[in-house]
T-cell receptor, first 116, second 110 residues
């Protein structure tokens, strides 16, 4: 399967600061990456679909100005949580889909964000 | 809107027992169904992928079945081991990106 890395694995920040999370596809070129958020004891919820070279597609209820996504290359997508607040504390996970359309997805190890 | 439900929410079994985890989904128009394992504080590990045209997939001690018409899938774990302790997530792919259930938290007691 595909190998996906995320950095950092854990971050603690003060309220009002911005945090950038990187997602890298290590062994293939990904034109599309997905960003999910998982609150404690809850399921993963898709936040947005990151498209290389174009704007991300955000799910309903996700503020695009707060969660900035940049997919500048075929191996890297970044999620920036701007002006983070305690309610943004969550587990953020990215994924890639190596095949075309309806194939298996592979996930990164996740980033635990804690906003004080 | 697709909804995925997993039952039970938590399960504790003695080592060596065979067990079944259940997943149901409301919209049967899916392309595939995927089972994942998630350890505490970690990302997801893909276990099995079943395409909509398939009935089951096997990998080692794991067997996943799919009944698309009734909107159900099961994950069968044979001869459970303490190392199987984790949360197991079911996710379906249709015309929308993956939709996840809340998972079943499994504890295998030595």
């Amino acid at each position: 399967g595909a190998v996906v890395s995320q950095h950092p694995s854990r971050v603690i920040c003060k309220s009002g600061t911005s945090v950038k999370i990187e997602c890298r596809s290590l062994d293939f070129q990904a034109t599309t990456m997905f960003w999910y958020r998982q609150f404690p004891k809850q399921s993963l919820m898709l936040m947005a679909t990151s498209n290389e070279g174009s704007k991300a597609t955000y799910e309903q209820g996700v503020e695009k100005d707060k969660f900035l996504i940049n997919h500048a290359s075929l191996t890297l997508s970044t999620l920036t949580v701007t002006s983070a607040h305690p309610e943004d504390s969550s587990f953020y996970i990215c994924s890639v889909e190596p095949g075309q359309g309806n194939d298996e997805q592979f996930f990164g190890p996740g980033t635990r964000l804690t906003v004080l | 809107k697709q909804e995925v439900t997993q039952i039970p929410a938590a399960l504790s079994v003695p080592e060596g027992e065979n067990l079944v985890l259940n997943c149901s989904f409301t919209d049967s128009a899916i392309y595939n169904l995927q089972w994942f394992r998630q350890d505490p504080g970690k990302g997801l590990t893909s276990l099995l992928l079943i395409q909509s045209s398939q009935r089951e997939q096997t990998s080692g001690r794991l067997n996943a079945s799919l009944d698309k018409s009734s909107g159900r899938s099961t994950l069968y774990i044979a001869a459970s081991q303490p190392g199987d302790s984790a949360t197991y997530l079911c996710a379906v792919k249709g015309n929308t990106p993956l939709v996840f259930g809340k998972g079943t938290r499994l504890s295998v007691i030595a």
